[in-house]
């Protein structure tokens, strides 16, 4: 089991920037792929970006790409999600999850789950 716990959500104008954090606990951290998804309501959980275990690879979604840099600390179990020019669009709660598969940009890869943490964006 790993548990995740998603920190550093907020209120924020658009053009801010927000760091997310996620830390882990359990089993092996860099032992797993580490992912980031947000979920507005009345749309499906969305793939932000991810994160390989070692954190040479990264993946990001077009729609933060440039924008986000996601990173991670394997000495304290930490994934980051730096966001940066955020849009009302960003707003959603973001969920950090842990997986060991491969196609890293699908929900229902991951194994593990974090509650989320709420990001809200006004303009």
């Known amino acids: 089991q790993v548990q995740l716990v998603e920190s550093g959500g907020g209120l924020v104008q658009a053009g801010d920037s927000l760091r997310l954090s996620c830390a882990a606990s359990?089993?092996?951290?860099?032992?797993?792929?580490m992912g980031w998804f947000r979920q507005s309501p009345g749309k499906e959980r969305e793939f932000v970006a991810a994160?390989?275990?070692?954190?040479?690879?990264?993946r990001y979604a077009d729609s933060v790409k440039g924008r986000s840099t996601i990173s991670r600390d394997n000495a304290k179990d930490t994934v980051y999600l730096q966001m940066n020019s955020l849009k009302p669009e960003d707003t959603a709660v973001y969920y950090c999850?842990?997986?060991?598969?491969?196609?890293?940009?699908?929900?229902?890869?991951?194994?593990?789950w974090g509650q989320g943490t709420q990001v809200t964006v006004s303009s």
């Open positions: 999850a842990a997986t060991t598969g491969w196609d890293l940009t699908k929900a229902r890869s991951y194994d593990y």
């Open positions: 359990g089993r092996i951290f860099s032992s797993y792929t």
């Open positions: 994160i390989s275990r070692s954190g040479g690879g990264t």
